[in-house]
């Protein structure tokens, strides 16, 4: 048994988890994970925090990152996905509330934060029903001397109701939406006052400014949270106070404060101005009608903020916040008239659009230098909002009200800076550069990051500026000339593929190939991305615009090109280009078999390579894809040629298992599994995988989780391809083990139920039938100890499947034999009945249902002895008759999935691969029409005793006519009726 670590033992083990020692940290670690286990561990670990011996500093540090991860693991013991076994006692819980407030204001900075998140994660889970005494405890802070326990308090209060923004309205949230105003929206507005009278009392005293600037900003942060939903009535009554302080800030300097423009980070002013524009913003956007008054003296404020702050990259977030506060203004038409003048649109132009388009000296620093930085904040599709991107939509918001003027004056623009490139184009390079992202800024009218551009301005020919400035861009064959409009020249093409006819891309395609073997690697990784993306392009008609036989001639040039960046060491690992790899792949899968081997060959010394030290998992998931896609596009239509693959794919794989290379294991089990599934069904499993099959029981395979559904999946389709050998081989009481303590975690469950359907599906019964009890036993137990409506979703479809496999009578005996006396009827009414009266029932969850429960209803006599159990009966008779007369189809498409989904890429769970996807296991492909074997079966049983059911259905549909009516539906389709 795990005993508590002592106040000494604990400060040893923290201290070896800080070890350069490999082995001792993971011993350390792996002290503290069962400590967690042990009731009195977590006050354990606060009073550590709480000490104030200088020499233990990164002790404390140490045991403040513990006590947060307790908190964020073990707090919610309602979790689906369980809390790890961490035990935190009642007592705990309460003793943790009550002082970890006051605890946060005395501790050091570093640790201060760490209580703060805890503070954030605890109030998710317990505030405000069972933290009633921490907004007042926050707030009573509000008045303290100490500047860092003001700021301590504001950035806990500022993290926790963060979770009002974004929330779905309810009547909960807006309850607890007023419970912190009552509390907090008086206090809030007084603090802002007093900090705003001491920032004007310490004018030339910076240690006191930064503070309150700090608070400040704080501040802003929650006003914006609890004005997120709705405007409330007390900030509403106190408007003018708020948006005469928000005025002040937007226009404050001080030269104190104003810092270098070389600094890349922004200032405490900049930080709090942003916020302040971040409020004003929202109150725009929400159209409040008392806010109209001050709308007009804010544009002026911002329009001013934006012509003073330069092009300094610590300027960047305060100037995208302005211009996407003057783009919601000029798109909505009620603020039409703030902007009809042509001279404001000019200006607009010219004083903020064109200068935050133009490229800055570090931008073409970063582009030889710090590609990926560059590729980061440039490419479509990517998240991060800078100047090129809020002044291209601010011409997308102008377009909206103003089309034909803001084309026509970005086109005079446009036109100059043509010009003016053309008469130097060496150096004036970045003229063109701009005028390319004005024409990606007016011609756009409509676009999403999956599909690209859907609609275009008809007031500019697009086509036209392609054929005059960008085809002869990517026709130059010179990789030195102007590479940064190279780059610009692929992106425009890229974002404008939909308007590419086939012949066009067609055409497109060499030119393309080209620029792969371009030295910069901004400009190779825009051609990857965008022949990836001509790749997944559609026509009218929803049908790839560009397939195998198309890309047929070029496959050659075009992996020769990625693969020669993908071998360069000198390169970081490069996502867009073996993104493109694989969807080239599969886009020529018809025509592959042929290189087969030197892809895969290639494909593996690339994984060597970055098995030493995995850094982009992207990359390293299409990696995985690309080799997925090899199995598919082969083994699907030839299944005699897996055996090659695993001769193949064997050897890397087995090294990747030795090396214990985390991160890609559970890739390496999806594969395995994909090619044991095309394996074909009389070859059995083969030495190979029969060799593999006792180490994946190991149970240190299991304990990481990211392996779980991998491994999981493996197992599935061991079972599918050779039951037998799994017996003969003695191993499958290590499966039934796997199950078991899958089975023992929530967070594992599904893993659990996902296998045991596999077992019961594909394991004989002779084998099988001396374990059930056990099995019923263990699932039986779990749903005592907590019906989560997971659980019982996963348990009552492996009830379905069971009787659907082995009949009603077995499956109440079953129960009978553990519990004799009225088990199976609990199971039923408490359970099961339930769960079809509330749930959505998925498809082939469906199909399972109706063939398990029609057996229950036509097979046994078990439901109609008495009047209690005809009730049962009946309101089962509802629910599969609910279910058959709204599921619109039983046998899911065993077709795949769109090949260009948006989903296909790493996730941080569970990457899952989606050419290597699991196939659809239908447990009851026999039954075709499982409405149409009910109709017959529920005819046979009425056949059998005339007259006896219809006034029992009559009773018990009652107050159900929908069920009543689907049920007389479902047998005058099958030409049948109650006898």
């Known amino acids: 048994v795990q005993q508590q670590l002592s106040s000494s033992q604990l400060r040893d083990v923290l201290s070896q988890t800080l070890s350069p020692n490999v082995d001792i940290r993971r011993n350390a670690e792996k002290q503290l994970q069962a400590a967690t286990k042990v009731s009195g561990h977590p006050l354990e670990v606060l009073r550590l925090v709480a000490s104030d011996e200088a020499s233990a500093a990164p002790v404390r540090q140490s045991a403040a990152v513990h006590f947060k991860n307790i908190i964020k693991k073990g707090w919610d013991t309602g979790a689906e996905d369980g809390n790890d076994g961490i035990v935190i006692s009642p007592e705990e819980r309460r003793l943790i509330k009550v002082n970890l407030v006051e605890l946060m204001c005395t501790v050091p900075h570093q640790i201060q934060s760490q209580c703060s998140e805890a503070i954030s994660l605890i109030s998710l889970i317990d505030f405000p029903q069972n933290w009633d005494n921490l907004l007042t405890d926050l707030v009573q802070k509000f008045n303290s001397p100490d500047l860092s326990v003001v700021n301590g308090v504001l950035i806990t209060a500022n993290s926790i109701f963060k979770r009002f923004r974004y929330a779905e309205r309810s009547n909960s949230l807006y309850e607890d939406i007023l419970y912190v105003l009552q509390i907090l929206q008086a206090p809030l507005l007084t603090l802002f006052k007093t900090l705003d009278q001491a920032v004007g009392g310490y004018t030339n005293d910076i240690q006191q400014l930064n503070p309150r600037l700090t608070a400040l900003r704080s501040v802003c942060g929650i006003f914006y949270s609890l004005n997120w939903q709705d405007l409330p009535e007390y900030f509403e009554d106190h408007m003018s106070e708020w948006m005469e302080g928000f005025s002040k800030y937007l226009s404050y300097q001080n030269p104190l404060l104003q810092g270098d423009d070389d600094d890349d980070e922004p200032g405490l002013v900049e930080k709090l101005q942003a916020a302040i524009v971040d409020n004003i913003y929202l109150y725009a956007d929400k159209d409040e009608e008392s806010f109209i008054p001050f709308l007009s003296n804010f544009m002026t404020l911002v329009w001013n903020l934006l012509l003073r702050v330069s092009s300094s990259p610590k300027y960047d977030i305060l100037a995208t916040k302005c211009i996407k506060f003057l783009s919601l203004l000029v798109g909505k038409q009620m603020h039409k008239s703030l902007f009809e003048d042509i001279n404001t649109l000019k200006q607009i132009i010219s004083k903020i659009v064109i200068p935050n388009l133009m490229m800055r000296d570090g931008d073409e620093e970063r582009f030889e230098d710090d590609p990926q930085e560059f590729i980061m904040s440039d490419m479509e599709g990517n998240d991060t909002e ?17 089309e034909a003027e803001t084309t026509a004056i970005c086109s005079e623009h446009i036109t100059s800076m043509l010009v003016e490139y053309s008469s130097a184009p060496s150096e004036k390079y970045p003229a063109k550069d701009v005028a390319i992202h004005l024409v990606l800024g007016i011609s756009i009218r409509a676009e999403s990051t999956a599909r690209g551009v859907s609609a275009i301005n008809d007031k500019y020919n697009v086509m036209e500026f392609f054929t005059s400035h960008i085809l002869s861009e990517l026709q130059d064959s010179d990789p030195s000339n102007r590479p940064i409009l190279k780059a610009c020249a692929l992106k425009f093409v890229t974002t404008f593929r939909n308007q590419f006819t086939k012949e066009n891309i067609t055409a497109l395609m060499p030119l393309m190939i080209s620029h792969l073997s371009s030295p910069y690697v901004v400009v190779h990784t825009y051609a990857a991305a965008g022949i990836e993306k001509f790749l997944t392009c559609k026509d009218d008609s929803k049908r790839f615009k560009f397939v195998g036989t198309d890309i047929k001639p070029f496959l050659e040039p075009l ?47 690339a994984l060597f390579v970055v098995a030493k030290n995995p850094r982009n998992p992207q990359y390293n998931h299409y990696m995985f894809e690309s080799i997925a896609v090899l199995v598919k596009a082969v083994c699907s239509v030839h299944p005699e040629h897996t055996s090659a693959f695993e001769e193949l794919l064997f050897p890397p794989f087995q090294t990747v298992l030795q090396m214990d290379v985390s ?38 395979l299991w304990e990481l989780k990211g392996n779980i559904p991998a491994l999981t999946r493996l197992l599935q389709a061991y079972l599918r391809k050779g039951p037998f050998e799994i017996i003969s081989m003695g191993q499958f009481l290590g499966l039934l083990g796997v199950f078991q303590k899958l ?41 005592q100890q907590g019906k989560s409506p997971r659980y019982v979703r996963l348990v009552t479809g492996f009830f379905a499947q069971y009787v659907g496999k082995y009949g009603s009578q077995n499956f109440f005996d079953l129960l009978d034999s553990i519990q004799s006396g009225g088990l199976p009827l609990m199971i039923l009414s408490s359970v099961w009945i339930p769960r079809l009266e509330s749930d959505v029932i998925s498809k082939m969850d469906a199909k399972t249902q109706v063939v398990g429960i029609t057996d229950i209803l036509c097979k046994s006599s078990v439901l109609l002895v008495d009047n209690n159990s005809q009730v049962i009966w009946c309101k089962l008779l509802g629910c599969v008759v609910k279910i058959m007369t709204s599921t619109e189809q039983f046998n899911s498409s065993a077709t795949d999935a769109p090949d260009v989904d948006a989903e296909i890429g790493y996730d941080p769970t569970f990457s899952k691969l989606h050419f290597a996807s699991k196939p659809n296991l239908d447990y009851f492909l026999e039954i075709n029409d499982p409405v149409a074997s009910f109709a017959q079966a529920f005819h046979n049983l009425c056949v059998s005793h005339p007259g006896k059911f219809m006034p029992i259905i009559q009773q018990g549909f009652q107050s159900d006519p929908k069920a009543s009516a689907g049920l007389e539906s479902i047998l005058n389709k099958a030409g049948l009726q109650i006898i």
């Open 386 to 402: 800078s100047r090129r991107k809020c002044s291209q939509d601010l011409l997308r918001a102008m377009c909206r009200q103003f």
């Open 663 to 700: 991160e890609f294991t559970p890739y390496v089990f999806q594969i395995l599994a994909q090619l044991l599934e095309y394996r074909p069904q009389e070859s059995g499993l083969g030495d190979s995988f029969s060799m593999l099959f006792p180490p994946l029981l190991t149970p240190a």
């Open 743 to 783: 089975a023992a975690s929530r967070v594992n469950e599904v893993n659990a139920f996902e296998l045991l359907g596999s077992i019961l599906h594909y394991v004989p019964y002779e084998n099988l039938q001396s374990h059930m009890k056990s099995i019923f036993q263990i699932l039986l137990m779990r749903l």
């Open 559 to 605: 992996f020769t090109g990625l693969f020669n960046i993908v071998g360069n060491n000198s390169l970081n690992e490069n996502e867009y280009v073996m993104k493109c790899i694989m969807r080239s792949l599969n886009t020529g899968k018809d025509d592959i078999v042929e290189v087969v081997q030197i892809v895969l060959e290639k494909l593996t010394a």
